[in-house]
Structures are given as structure tokens and as C-alpha cells.
């Protein structure tokens, strides 16, 4: 099993830019999918972004596509999301998480090891 720490969240001006950092531990993040989530009050949780095990195949939802950028460093077991030009609508509760698919996936159900989340809040 993995466990999964996120940081890097915070408060930014609508326009501004923040990089969430996963790191994880107990087993190599390369063995997995990876993936960044997202959950704003009252809402459920959204698929944001996902990388496949090598980082050579990404996926976003439409909502973040040309705004946000998923990487990956197996060699630092660490994930990244850097989110750009943010909006207040992208204000959320942001979750790594782990999947043992073949290949990215975008539902939640799929991932099976998730982080504690960190706070990004985007004022107007």
C-alpha cells in the first residue's frame, strides 16, 4: 500500500498560480496511475488530472485543460499538479491518489489509495 501527502495548497488571487506536490511513501509511486481530484463544498468529487506509470500519457478534465499541468518524478516518488491562471471555481479540496489500472482512469471508484487533501481557495 502507498500513503499519499499533499501540500502546496493555499490562497491566490484569481489569475495567480500554485504547484500541489504529492509525495508518497511505503511503496514506488512508478507502480501506479496517479491521479489529482478535486471536491468543493456540497459538490462531489471531480477527476482533474492523470498521468499514466512512465508520465508519457496525461489526461484533464475540460475544465482545467491549457490551465493546469500534471507531472510526475518517480526517482523523488513525487506527484505535481502547477495550476495556472487559476478561477475562483477552481476552489477545492485537492486529493492525490493511486490507481492499479493499465491505464489513466477518471473515476474515483478506480483509485484506491487517496492523500488528506489540501485546501486551494481562489479569490475574485
Known amino acids: 500500500q502507498v500513503q499519499l501527502i499533499e501540500s502546496g495548497g493555499g490562497l491566490v488571487q484569481a489569475g495567480g498560480s500554485l504547484r500541489l506536490s504529492c509525495a508518497a511513501s511505503?511503496?514506488?509511486?512508478?507502480?501506479?496511475?496517479m491521479g489529482w481530484f478535486r471536491q468543493a463544498p456540497g459538490a462531489e468529487r471531480e477527476f482533474v488530472a492523470g498521468?499514466?506509470?512512465?508520465?508519457?500519457?496525461?489526461s484533464y478534465a475540460d475544465s482545467v485543460k491549457g490551465r493546469f499541468t500534471i507531472s510526475r518524478d518517480n526517482a523523488k516518488n513525487t506527484l505535481y499538479l502547477q495550476m495556472n491562471s487559476l478561477k475562483p471555481e477552481d476552489t477545492a479540496v485537492y486529493y492525490c491518489?493511486?490507481?492499479?489500472?493499465?491505464?489513466?482512469?477518471?473515476?474515483?471508484?478506480?483509485?484506491?489509495?487517496w492523500g488528506q487533501g489540501t485546501q486551494v481557495t481562489v479569490s475574485s
Open positions: 491518489a493511486a490507481s492499479i489500472s493499465a491505464r489513466v482512469v477518471v473515476t474515483p471508484v478506480s483509485y484506491h489509495s
Open positions: 511505503g511503496r514506488t509511486v512508478s507502480s501506479y496511475i
Open positions: 498521468i499514466s506509470r512512465s508520465g508519457g500519457t496525461t
